[in-house]
């Protein structure tokens, strides 16, 4: 168990609906990363956050956005969903930010199915 | 393309063996790390190698890095059935983590 909690486990949604996924870091953690993990793309990373603040943006669509909370939990919204979307999202935490050599800890996921 | 690519993309062992699993990146990079991913599930830490650094060992695993070439590789010793798994590079560029496309490891028993 690696500390970092995702809720909800799996999500069924229609195409057109807008869903929000939700990250609990580690404790003391203050960054928190997003990634998407789909059979076609490989482990995407989306965005991140440290202590509230938006520090790092990857592949993520304009149709998504995140936020991280002063409670340092972090929602991912993801609006307009299109069949493709359908993936594995992960959150991961760390203590600082990676690019100052920490180790990222993953959360269990959330597998999002859009039909 | 992804910036880290893993070779092989599937390793078939058995009980016992070693496995060595390759990762290529294409620009400079502050660290490398190397992650587990069981079926479905979230990736676990194994490993973080400094670029200034050219060998790191924990427990059965060794990890080397060449910046010259570009490349890293994992060694996993005496390999166990619960070591099947997949295996992906994490290579840190400009402010984020780019993860290669994992090689799937499998230990027969």
């Known amino acids: 168990d690696s500390g970092v909690t995702q809720t909800p486990k799996h999500l069924i949604t229609a195409t057109g609906q807008r869903v929000t996924l939700r990250c609990s870091p580690r404790?003391?953690?203050?960054?928190v990363y997003w990634y998407q993990q789909s059979l076609d793309q490989g482990l995407q990373f989306l965005i991140q956050y440290y202590n509230g603040e938006e520090r790092a943006k990857g592949n993520i669509l304009e149709r998504f956005s995140a936020q991280q909370f002063p409670d340092l939990h972090s929602e991912l919204n993801l609006s307009s969903l299109e069949l493709g979307d359908s993936a594995l999202y992960f959150c991961?935490?760390?203590?600082?930010?990676?690019?100052?050599?920490?180790?990222?800890?993953f959360g269990p996921g959330t597998r999002l199915t859009v039909l | 393309s992804q910036q880290g690519e893993e070779d092989p993309q599937a390793l078939s062992i058995q009980e016992g063996e070693n496995a060595t699993m390759n990762c290529s990146y294409k620009?400079?990079?502050?660290?490398l790390q190397w992650y587990r991913q069981n079926s479905g599930r979230g990736l676990v830490h194994l490993i973080l190698i400094r670029s200034n650094e050219r060998e790191k060992h924990s427990g059965r695993l060794r990890v080397t890095l060449d910046t010259s070439k570009k490349s890293s590789s994992l060694l996993i010793t005496a390999s166990r059935a619960a070591d099947t798994a997949s295996y992906f590079c994490a290579t840190l560029g400009t402010y984020k983590y780019i993860f290669g496309t994992g090689t799937r490891l499998k230990v027969l028993a």
């Open positions: 620009t400079s990079i502050n660290n």
């Open positions: 991961a935490s760390s203590v600082g930010e990676v690019w100052e050599n920490n180790e990222q800890f």
């Open positions: 404790s003391g953690d203050l960054s």
